[in-house]
């Protein structure tokens, strides 16, 4: 709920009007907030550990509400990359993983892979993404990161496809890349407990 909350005052920060006024979008949020829960639930359950709980809550939050903010915006807020880079020092504290080393690693590799991307790409993919990146190497570590950015580049890509072929974008309409970045690191995320 806090997450849907904050993707909401953040949408109003850059003029857009939100979600929350919309018709059935509170039941949706609500939902939404019973299934983040219920995902920790499980996975703290299934690992035993409350800190396991409470990190697949906060990441599934932050990954969503960057989703839903840029794709209607077209940013990924500064105050959602200082949250996971944040909530990465914390999970470090809480549960060991990744350890320092790994997840100043994946930061470098995370943020200095889209940072190349950000610098011969002449704008296809923004600061965000990069900032993103790097925090989410943060959380993941290395080599975990290179799953995530696996993963996010090939869901936009095929994204990218399905909307040139179906002529609802064109080759230099801009998308919003972050949703499937944040899929990226979510899956691999979740991915390392629950499979």
Do not use: H
């Not at 949020?29 to 639930?41: H, K």
């Amino acid at each position: 709920m806090a997450a849907c909350l904050t993707a909401e005052r953040l949408l109003a920060g850059y003029g857009d009007g939100g979600l929350l006024g919309r018709r059935g979008a509170r039941m949706g949020v609500g939902v939404v907030a019973l299934a983040i829960a219920l995902l920790g639930g499980y996975v703290g359950w299934r690992e035993r550990s409350w800190a396991l709980a409470l990190s697949a809550v906060v990441l599934t939050a932050v990954c969503l509400a960057v989703s839903v903010i840029d794709l209607r915006v077209r940013r990924i807020p500064n105050a959602l990359v200082a949250a996971l880079a944040a909530w990465a020092v914390v999970q470090a504290l809480l549960l060991g993983e990744p350890t320092w080393g790994e997840a100043l690693q994946g930061a470098l590799v995370g943020g200095g892979a889209f940072a190349v991307l950000f610098i011969i790409g002449r704008g296809a993919m923004g600061m965000g993404d990069v900032k993103f990146m790097a925090a989410a190497g943060l959380l993941l570590g290395y080599p975990l990161i290179l799953g995530a950015m696996l993963v996010g580049i090939l869901l936009g890509g095929l994204v990218a496809l399905a909307l040139l072929i179906t002529r609802r974008a064109g080759r230099k309409d801009a998308i919003a890349y972050g949703p499937y970045l944040a899929i990226g690191a979510w899956a691999v995320w979740i991915g390392q407990y629950l499979l």
